[in-house]
């Protein structure tokens, strides 16, 4: 076998503050709205991919976190995308007519809300045009794998065009701000669950797109006008703003999937009271402290300014922690409540409600890794088969 031509790319995770939920179309995975999200920091949440393509292998393989993956529609569809693509340039770099080998893992929990599919297909598809030589905006090709994934080959903050054309064409993901734009803004990863979701997204959504007359009002009437003022928000800083507007997409979202028939649910007891907290936080303070967003799935996404992480820190290790690893990623002081304050706050002490948080930040998007990052051996095989 001649030498092979290995690839190996990072993608990070990113948390939607005005929420996709919907397709108008499902093959070409075109949304019924607008969304906006924020690129996590890669240093606490990535997906790491390794790809390769050779003339001796007999059918595309994927691994993801060391098991072999039963090929889906949604793979299939976005690898012949990216091959197609491949196939307009004058000289690939690798033959986009070999089969190829590809080797995935996540180093945070897999379909429990925490938007692995768009670090995932994000990752794959950088991967894919790196080994091909395909430059230019990757968007639409990420967007075949995952909706969400489009908003992951950009950093900081980016914004979904739903487009109007039938092909798609225009369904592409632009960056609002670099992440660099609001350096002191942060995230708390609370993560109640790390099991996968009962109700995938996929799923859900076209419950939802079927059954839900509240969504078609969602999509059509109240998106649009919030799309436009967390743009202003996100471009100005208004923390206020950003915050109301956060906690309002991701409640009407919640409302939408209990509004589908039969409903999704996602939010467990803890999600319940991190968001009664918060708001409590924000009563007291008299002002936007934090604000949450939930995906589909338990796990609160808490955005709040660098000065207020230890406050809220020491309040959500009060209320929910039972574990000595409890804190996770950059390293934070904690403001531990006093016994006046913990006296304030209306929450239910549940202890184990949640099983640790990250503390990250906005990140930039993807970036290619060194041959000593390779997941994939010279012989086309994972590194852990032989480990």
Request: glycine share 6%; net charge neutral; with cysteine.
């Amino acid at each position: 076998m001649s030498e092979l031509e290995l690839v190996t790319c990072t993608a990070p995770v990113n948390i939607a503050v005005i929420k996709y939920w919907g397709k108008r179309d499902e093959k070409l995975i075109l949304p019924i709205n607008d969304s906006i999200s924020v690129t996590l920091s890669s240093e606490q949440m990535h997906a790491k991919t390794t790809v390769t393509a050779s003339s001796n292998f007999h059918e595309d393989k994927i691994w993801l976190n060391k098991e072999l993956q039963a090929s889906s529609s949604r793979f299939s569809s976005c690898l012949e995308e990216v091959r197609s693509k491949a196939r307009e340039l004058p000289t690939p770099k690798v033959n986009p007519d070999w089969k190829v080998t590809i080797c995935s893992e996540n180093n945070f929990p897999t379909a429990a809300g925490l938007a692995s599919s768009a670090a995932g297909y994000a990752c794959l598809v950088s991967a894919l045009c790196k080994l091909y030589g395909i430059e230019g905006d990757i968007s639409a090709l990420a967007r075949r794998g995952s909706g969400s994934a489009c908003r992951s080959v950009y950093g900081g903050f980016v914004h979904w065009q739903m487009g109007s054309r039938e092909d798609g064409a225009d369904s592409l993901a632009v960056q609002l701000h670099p992440a660099a734009h609001w350096p002191d803004m942060r995230v708390l990863i609370c993560v109640a669950s790390d099991t996968r979701k009962k109700t995938s997204s996929s799923v859900g959504m076209k419950n939802s797109v079927d059954t839900s007359p509240l969504l078609k009002y969602r999509a059509e009437v109240l998106v649009p006008e919030r799309t436009r003022q967390m743009i202003t928000a996100i471009k100005e800083k208004d923390f206020s703003k950003f915050a109301e507007m956060t906690i309002k997409d991701s409640n009407q979202f919640h409302a939408v999937c209990q509004d589908t028939y039969p409903p999704c649910i996602y939010l467990n007891p803890t999600s319940h009271q991190v968001s009664s907290l918060v708001h409590q936080i924000n009563n007291f303070a008299g002002r936007f402290v934090a604000t949450y967003t939930f995906d589909a799935g338990p796990n609160a996404c808490i955005f709040l300014m660098e000065k207020d992480v230890p406050q809220v820190l020491g309040l959500l290790k009060h209320f929910f922690s039972d574990a000595t690893d409890f804190i996770r990623g950059e390293e934070h002081q904690i403001q531990e409540p006093t016994e006046a304050e913990i006296g304030k706050y209306n929450v239910d002490r549940l202890a184990g409600g949640l099983k640790y948080i990250i503390c990250t930040r906005a990140g930039e998007g993807p970036a290619t890794l060194s041959a000593d990052h390779h997941l994939i051996n010279a012989q086309g095989e994972p590194k852990f088969l032989s480990q």
